[in-house]
């Protein structure tokens, strides 16, 4: 059976044990917020007219940084969507001039939408940023200067692996094969969860099994005892 907790490769199972918390588990929403609900439902295919649209144009999008340079992507993108609102505005401009209608501006709807942030707003989200900032700051911390010596074997043997990654595919390469296992993942995973569940709780023990007798047989590495 598959173990129901999940955590990171890079946090020691005493950090994760005495937190006591179960995990949001991979397929609902919880208690999260709105903005975790709407990538859920995008990544899980629950709109599919949304969620190809999103996927097709944040596809397009890296396979047209893959090709050209950001700052061409840019300004084709602006240029793109100032002809649309330019042919738009002059179209409206000559139909009311012709037919005599006061039709106005055909932006107008959107230009006197309130886009501003409030202090109170702009608060929040940088407390928000603030705390998940300082999470990932005290954890690099942990795994540079060892606080926990398997942690930091575990990082530093994800990092070796990740200089053969390096040399095969680039950032945007990554970026793309990325966004195509975050579209087709979810849903498979969805499908055939209970089979999936049981490999990785096979794989998860006997990870468990090969880090305990590494720990067991090199000095240095049993974790100590709590007195």
């Not at 990325?178 to 995973?189: D, G, M, S, V």
């Amino acid at each position: 059976m598959a173990d129901p907790t999940t955590q990171s490769p890079f946090v020691s199972s005493s950090s994760s044990s005495s937190s006591g918390q179960s995990q949001p588990q991979l397929g609902g929403c919880g208690a999260a917020g709105s903005a975790f609900c709407a990538v859920h439902d995008l990544l899980f295919w629950r709109d599919v007219r949304k969620t190809g649209i999103v996927f097709g144009a944040s596809l397009l999008l890296l396979l047209s940084l893959a090709t050209l340079s950001a700052v061409s992507v840019v300004a084709h993108l602006a240029l793109a969507l100032l002809s649309v609102t330019i042919s738009l505005r002059v179209y409206k401009a000559v139909v009311q001039a012709v037919q005599k209608s006061e039709e106005g501006h055909p932006f107008r709807a959107y230009l006197e939408l309130d886009v501003t942030l409030s202090p109170e707003t702009f608060q929040a989200h940088a407390t928000t940023v603030a705390h998940h900032l300082n999470q990932v700051l005290r954890l690099l911390l942990r795994l540079f200067l060892v606080e926990d010596l398997v942690d930091s074997v575990k990082l530093a043997m994800s990092m070796w692996l990740l200089t053969y990654v390096g040399a095969v595919f680039n950032g945007i390469t990554l970026l793309i094969l990325a966004e195509l296992l975050a579209f087709t993942l979810p849903p498979l995973y969805e499908k055939y969860k209970v089979q999936i569940d049981h490999y990785v709780g096979i794989a998860r023990n006997q990870t468990k099994d090969l880090m305990a007798k590494i720990q067991a047989k090199l000095p240095g590495l049993a974790k100590k005892k709590p007195e």
